[in-house]
T-cell receptor, first 114, second 113 residues
Framework: GAVVSQHPSWVICKSGTSVKIECRSL??????MFWYRQFPKQSLMLMAT?????????EQGVEKDKFLINHASLTLSTLTVTSAHPEDSSFYIC??????????FGPGTRLTVT | GQQLNQSPQSMFIQEGEDVSMNCTSS?????WLWYKQEPGEGPVLLIA?????ELTSNGRLTAQFGITRKDSFLNISASIPSDVGIYFC?????????????FGGGTRLMVKP
Protein backbone atom coordinates (compact mmCIF):
# COMPACT_ATOMS: atom_id res chain seq x y z
CA GLY A 1 0.00 0.00 0.00
CA ALA A 2 0.91 3.66 -0.20
CA VAL A 3 3.33 4.72 2.50
CA VAL A 4 4.09 8.22 3.70
CA SER A 5 6.98 8.84 6.07
CA GLN A 6 7.91 11.84 8.17
CA HIS A 7 11.22 12.80 9.65
CA PRO A 8 11.91 13.42 12.41
CA SER A 9 9.23 11.68 14.43
CA TRP A 10 9.86 14.08 17.28
CA VAL A 11 12.00 17.16 17.79
CA ILE A 12 12.76 19.51 20.65
CA CYS A 13 14.09 22.94 19.81
CA LYS A 14 14.78 26.18 21.61
CA SER A 15 12.57 29.19 21.22
CA GLY A 16 13.69 31.38 18.32
CA THR A 17 15.28 28.61 16.30
CA SER A 18 13.94 27.03 13.11
CA VAL A 19 13.10 23.42 12.55
CA LYS A 20 12.49 21.51 9.33
CA ILE A 21 10.14 18.55 8.99
CA GLU A 22 10.26 16.26 5.98
CA CYS A 23 7.39 14.37 4.41
CA ARG A 24 8.07 11.68 1.84
CA SER A 25 5.83 9.46 -0.26
CA LEU A 26 7.82 6.23 -0.38
CA UNK A 27 6.16 4.19 -3.08
CA UNK A 28 4.17 6.66 -5.14
CA UNK A 29 4.50 10.09 -6.65
CA UNK A 30 2.38 12.64 -4.86
CA UNK A 31 1.09 15.51 -6.93
CA UNK A 32 -0.35 17.13 -3.82
CA MET A 33 0.80 17.14 -0.21
CA PHE A 34 -1.01 18.55 2.78
CA TRP A 35 0.24 19.75 6.15
CA TYR A 36 -1.94 19.51 9.23
CA ARG A 37 -1.45 20.59 12.81
CA GLN A 38 -3.05 18.81 15.74
CA PHE A 39 -3.11 20.16 19.29
CA PRO A 40 -3.73 17.78 22.21
CA LYS A 41 -7.24 16.33 22.27
CA GLN A 42 -8.18 18.21 19.13
CA SER A 43 -8.83 17.35 15.54
CA LEU A 44 -6.53 17.81 12.56
CA MET A 45 -6.49 21.34 11.24
CA LEU A 46 -5.30 21.89 7.69
CA MET A 47 -2.45 24.37 7.49
CA ALA A 48 -1.59 24.34 3.82
CA THR A 49 -1.81 22.49 0.55
CA UNK A 50 1.12 22.20 -1.80
CA UNK A 51 1.36 21.00 -5.36
CA UNK A 52 4.71 19.93 -6.75
CA UNK A 53 6.57 22.85 -8.25
CA UNK A 54 4.03 25.43 -7.08
CA UNK A 55 3.71 27.75 -4.13
CA UNK A 56 1.72 26.37 -1.24
CA UNK A 57 -1.81 27.53 -0.55
CA UNK A 58 -2.21 28.43 3.10
CA GLU A 59 -5.39 28.25 5.14
CA GLN A 60 -6.74 31.37 6.73
CA GLY A 61 -4.84 32.30 9.87
CA VAL A 62 -1.69 30.35 9.00
CA GLU A 63 1.34 32.60 8.56
CA LYS A 64 3.12 31.70 5.35
CA ASP A 65 6.31 33.47 6.43
CA LYS A 66 6.43 31.45 9.61
CA PHE A 67 5.54 28.06 8.16
CA LEU A 68 7.61 27.67 5.02
CA ILE A 69 6.55 24.85 2.75
CA ASN A 70 8.60 23.51 -0.10
CA HIS A 71 7.38 20.81 -2.48
CA ALA A 72 10.32 20.48 -4.81
CA SER A 73 9.70 16.94 -6.01
CA LEU A 74 6.85 14.47 -6.38
CA THR A 75 8.05 12.53 -3.34
CA LEU A 76 9.19 15.18 -0.90
CA SER A 77 7.66 18.15 0.86
CA THR A 78 9.20 20.05 3.74
CA LEU A 79 7.69 22.24 6.41
CA THR A 80 10.02 24.69 8.13
CA VAL A 81 8.81 26.33 11.31
CA THR A 82 10.80 29.54 11.53
CA SER A 83 11.56 31.36 14.77
CA ALA A 84 9.65 28.75 16.70
CA HIS A 85 7.87 29.68 19.93
CA PRO A 86 6.34 27.47 22.63
CA GLU A 87 2.86 28.02 21.19
CA ASP A 88 4.08 26.29 17.99
CA SER A 89 4.50 23.09 19.97
CA SER A 90 2.14 20.63 18.35
CA PHE A 91 1.80 17.40 16.38
CA TYR A 92 2.41 18.07 12.69
CA ILE A 93 1.02 15.54 10.21
CA CYS A 94 1.47 15.47 6.47
CA UNK A 95 -0.54 13.60 3.89
CA UNK A 96 0.01 12.92 0.23
CA UNK A 97 -2.14 11.93 -2.70
CA UNK A 98 -1.93 11.26 -6.39
CA UNK A 99 -4.11 13.60 -8.45
CA UNK A 100 -7.55 13.64 -6.78
CA UNK A 101 -7.25 10.21 -5.22
CA UNK A 102 -7.07 9.01 -1.64
CA UNK A 103 -4.98 10.90 0.90
CA UNK A 104 -2.38 8.86 2.74
CA PHE A 105 -1.21 10.21 6.08
CA GLY A 106 2.24 10.22 7.58
CA PRO A 107 2.95 9.13 11.16
CA GLY A 108 3.31 12.70 12.41
CA THR A 109 6.09 14.76 13.98
CA ARG A 110 5.83 15.99 17.53
CA LEU A 111 7.44 19.40 17.93
CA THR A 112 8.25 20.74 21.37
CA VAL A 113 9.59 24.27 21.64
CA THR A 114 11.24 25.11 24.94
CA GLY B 1 -11.54 25.63 8.91
CA GLN B 2 -14.94 24.03 9.07
CA GLN B 3 -15.42 21.00 11.27
CA LEU B 4 -18.04 18.35 11.30
CA ASN B 5 -20.04 17.70 14.47
CA GLN B 6 -18.88 14.35 15.78
CA SER B 7 -20.32 12.66 18.84
CA PRO B 8 -19.73 11.45 21.39
CA GLN B 9 -16.44 13.19 22.17
CA SER B 10 -15.32 10.25 24.26
CA MET B 11 -16.50 6.82 25.31
CA PHE B 12 -15.29 4.53 28.06
CA ILE B 13 -16.70 1.07 27.56
CA GLN B 14 -16.26 -2.50 28.69
CA GLU B 15 -14.56 -5.00 26.41
CA GLY B 16 -17.16 -6.86 24.37
CA GLU B 17 -19.60 -3.97 24.17
CA ASP B 18 -20.71 -2.44 20.90
CA VAL B 19 -19.84 1.16 20.07
CA SER B 20 -21.61 3.71 17.94
CA MET B 21 -20.47 7.17 16.90
CA ASN B 22 -21.75 9.62 14.33
CA CYS B 23 -21.01 12.75 12.39
CA THR B 24 -23.35 15.42 11.12
CA SER B 25 -22.79 18.34 8.81
CA SER B 26 -24.71 21.38 7.72
CA UNK B 27 -23.53 20.82 4.16
CA UNK B 28 -23.60 17.74 1.95
CA UNK B 29 -20.68 15.57 1.01
CA UNK B 30 -20.36 12.93 -1.68
CA UNK B 31 -17.75 10.95 0.23
CA TRP B 32 -17.53 10.06 3.91
CA LEU B 33 -14.40 8.59 5.45
CA TRP B 34 -13.67 7.12 8.84
CA TYR B 35 -10.15 7.13 10.29
CA LYS B 36 -8.53 5.76 13.44
CA GLN B 37 -5.61 7.50 15.08
CA GLU B 38 -3.50 5.83 17.74
CA PRO B 39 -1.31 7.84 20.13
CA GLY B 40 1.66 9.43 18.40
CA GLU B 41 0.58 8.23 14.97
CA GLY B 42 -1.16 9.64 11.92
CA PRO B 43 -4.72 8.69 10.96
CA VAL B 44 -5.32 5.41 9.19
CA LEU B 45 -8.29 4.97 6.87
CA LEU B 46 -10.83 2.42 8.11
CA ILE B 47 -13.79 2.75 5.79
CA ALA B 48 -14.70 4.91 2.80
CA UNK B 49 -18.28 5.55 1.70
CA UNK B 50 -19.12 6.93 -1.73
CA UNK B 51 -22.87 6.73 -2.13
CA UNK B 52 -25.81 8.00 -0.10
CA UNK B 53 -27.36 5.14 1.83
CA GLU B 54 -24.30 2.94 1.41
CA LEU B 55 -23.60 0.53 4.24
CA THR B 56 -20.08 -0.89 4.35
CA SER B 57 -18.36 -3.28 6.71
CA ASN B 58 -14.71 -3.90 7.50
CA GLY B 59 -14.47 -6.75 9.98
CA ARG B 60 -16.16 -5.64 13.18
CA LEU B 61 -16.62 -2.13 11.82
CA THR B 62 -19.72 -1.00 9.97
CA ALA B 63 -20.30 2.48 8.59
CA GLN B 64 -23.18 4.08 6.76
CA PHE B 65 -23.46 7.10 4.50
CA GLY B 66 -26.63 8.96 5.52
CA ILE B 67 -29.37 9.26 2.96
CA THR B 68 -29.37 13.07 3.28
CA ARG B 69 -25.60 13.09 2.55
CA LYS B 70 -25.14 15.18 5.67
CA ASP B 71 -24.35 12.46 8.16
CA SER B 72 -22.60 9.17 8.72
CA PHE B 73 -22.20 6.70 11.56
CA LEU B 74 -19.60 4.13 12.54
CA ASN B 75 -20.36 1.07 14.63
CA ILE B 76 -17.81 -1.21 16.24
CA SER B 77 -19.12 -4.54 17.44
CA ALA B 78 -17.69 -6.62 20.26
CA SER B 79 -14.99 -4.12 21.17
CA ILE B 80 -11.52 -5.29 22.16
CA PRO B 81 -8.68 -3.44 23.93
CA SER B 82 -6.85 -2.73 20.67
CA ASP B 83 -9.82 -0.67 19.48
CA VAL B 84 -8.56 2.09 21.77
CA GLY B 85 -7.79 5.27 19.90
CA ILE B 86 -9.37 8.34 18.43
CA TYR B 87 -11.83 7.89 15.59
CA PHE B 88 -12.33 10.72 13.13
CA CYS B 89 -14.94 11.14 10.47
CA UNK B 90 -14.13 13.20 7.41
CA UNK B 91 -16.34 14.53 4.69
CA UNK B 92 -15.18 15.13 1.19
CA UNK B 93 -16.78 16.77 -1.78
CA UNK B 94 -15.12 14.99 -4.68
CA UNK B 95 -14.78 17.17 -7.72
CA UNK B 96 -14.86 20.46 -5.86
CA UNK B 97 -12.49 22.48 -3.66
CA UNK B 98 -9.59 20.26 -4.58
CA UNK B 99 -11.24 17.26 -2.91
CA UNK B 100 -10.32 18.63 0.48
CA UNK B 101 -11.15 16.71 3.63
CA UNK B 102 -13.17 18.26 6.44
CA PHE B 103 -12.59 16.47 9.74
CA GLY B 104 -14.85 15.89 12.68
CA GLY B 105 -13.67 16.64 16.21
CA GLY B 106 -12.95 13.00 16.95
CA THR B 107 -14.30 10.36 19.32
CA ARG B 108 -11.84 9.10 21.92
CA LEU B 109 -12.54 5.45 22.65
CA MET B 110 -11.29 3.74 25.77
CA VAL B 111 -11.91 0.03 26.33
CA LYS B 112 -11.69 -1.57 29.74
CA PRO B 113 -10.54 -5.19 29.61
Amino acid sequence: GAVVSQHPSWVICKSGTSVKIECRSLDFQATTMFWYRQFPKQSLMLMATSNEGSKATYEQGVEKDKFLINHASLTLSTLTVTSAHPEDSSFYICSARVALGEQYFGPGTRLTVT
Amino acid sequence: GQQLNQSPQSMFIQEGEDVSMNCTSSSIFNTWLWYKQEPGEGPVLLIALYKAGELTSNGRLTAQFGITRKDSFLNISASIPSDVGIYFCAGQMMGTAGNMLTFGGGTRLMVKP
